[in-house]
């Protein structure tokens, strides 16, 4: 993989610089992709030859219950280069898709675009450049680009070394001598080859058909394309039928459950716990995040009122997080109150500068958490118990 050269430079970049915004990239042939980022790690990709083809395949392959050909859009859901991401979260957001089956595509969608980036025949004429503005807000997934180009390597190296080096598996197949053909295969599959090999669907569309991975398709197909019996010829994009939708001015807004939600993001179970017990036990609505990774796509699902979050975490700290969430419009106002076992003038002041509201120190005790809660949700302050429950604190 030599060839890939500054590129994967640019990419293990992102990942040590715990990057948060978009790394676009352009081939020679005037290919593009983008890779956007959350805290070093790949939360979605987009472009390639052929965008809507592989959103379609994808919603096939991962979620048969959609009918992609009814679902009404108007010109603005998909006039941004994200557009992709953006209809899976209105599916998801409606339930219409599950959690899964959004991680699914998001993990296919970002395979097959290192897949591409690989197959580009001079990684020295693809140029990188960064833009750091926060596209995605909702991360369903967190991809590390370590694995990525792993896995890149992989799939590139079994294609590559199975002769296919030169198919691109968004050609799609025609068959060219059809006698010829008929000769040398069963009446049987003969039909089967007439009905599909017809210039319509490239190799990754007749792989989903197929229930395959490209590649054995492409393999079985390679003996006729070398005799050139079959020709893989380039085909358009197939966009989505776009319906001006009227707007419903009278839609009434949903309301947020007059009960306060307040989360916690701890890698300590003791203390989501024990911050559980004390919250819920003042009749508000609780909710706790251990994994730091999964924070930011929890916190912006639930859009809690108020958030402890923890100082000291893997992969992602307090300092970071709160960072992401002060960029994001939603979480502007929200306060955000830092959890930390050091009571120190430094921790203190960078608490400041990232954007918290305020700085509790462990260990967690009821009037301690409760006067927070009361002074930062003075508007709620209706809605909270005023009795003090019985809670041994760490």
């Not at 006039?79 to 209809?87: F, K, M």
């Not at 009960?259 to 919250?279: H, M, N, T, W, Y």
């Not at 979480?331 to 509790?360: C, E, Q, W, Y």
Request: hydrophobic share 40%.
């Amino acid at each position: 993989m030599v060839i890939l050269g500054n590129v994967l430079n640019e990419f293990k970049s992102c990942t040590q610089l715990q990057y948060n915004g978009k790394l676009n990239l352009k081939s020679a042939k005037d290919h593009k992709w983008s890779f956007y980022y959350r805290l070093g790690r790949i939360v979605w990709a987009s472009g390639g030859i052929h965008p809507f083809r592989r959103w379609r395949r994808e919603m096939m392959q991962n979620c048969p219950q959609i009918d992609v050909d009814k679902i009404r859009l108007n010109s603005q859901d998909v006039a941004s280069e994200y557009w992709d991401y953006r209809l899976l979260e209105i599916l998801y957001k409606k339930q219409k898709i599950q959690r899964e089956q959004f991680h699914n595509i998001v993990e296919h969608t970002i395979a097959e675009l290192f897949f591409d980036l690989a197959q580009e025949s001079d990684f020295a004429d693809v140029t990188c450049n960064r833009s750091q503005e926060l596209i995605v807000e909702m991360p369903m997934s967190f991809t590390s680009a370590d694995v990525s180009l792993k896995q890149m390597h992989d799939s590139w190296k079994i294609w590559s070394e199975a002769g296919l080096a030169n198919l691109y598996p968004d050609l799609a197949p025609i068959i060219r001598k059809p006698e010829q053909l008929q000769q040398l295969v069963s009446p049987t599959v003969y039909n089967n080859f007439v009905n599909l090999i017809n210039g319509k669907y490239t190799l990754r569309d007749l792989a989903v058909k197929m229930k395959q991975n490209p590649l054995p398709v492409a393999r079985s197909l390679l003996p006729y394309i070398l005799k050139g019996i079959i020709e893989l010829i380039e085909v358009p994009d197939l966009p989505l039928n776009i319906v001006e939708v009227p707007k419903n001015s009278t839609s009434a807004t949903p309301q947020k459950p007059n009960v306060p939600l307040i989360a916690c993001v701890d890698d300590s179970p003791q203390v989501g716990k024990l911050l559980e017990e004390i919250i819920t036990s003042h009749g508000l609505r609780f909710i706790k995040i251990h994994d730091a990774v999964q924070a930011l796509p929890i916190l912006i699902q639930n859009k809690p009122d108020l958030i402890f979050l923890d100082l000291m975490m893997p992969i992602a700290s307090g300092y970071e997080i709160c960072t992401q969430l002060r960029r994001i419009s939603a979480f502007a106002h929200t306060p955000i109150i830092i959890l930390t076992g050091n009571d120190g003038l430094l921790d203190r002041v960078r608490a400041k500068v990232v954007g918290s509201t305020d700085f509790m120190t462990k260990p967690v005790a009821s009037d301690k958490v409760m006067g927070v809660v009361r002074k930062y949700l003075p508007v709620q302050a209706s809605s909270i118990k005023k009795h003090t429950p019985q809670v041994n604190s760490l």
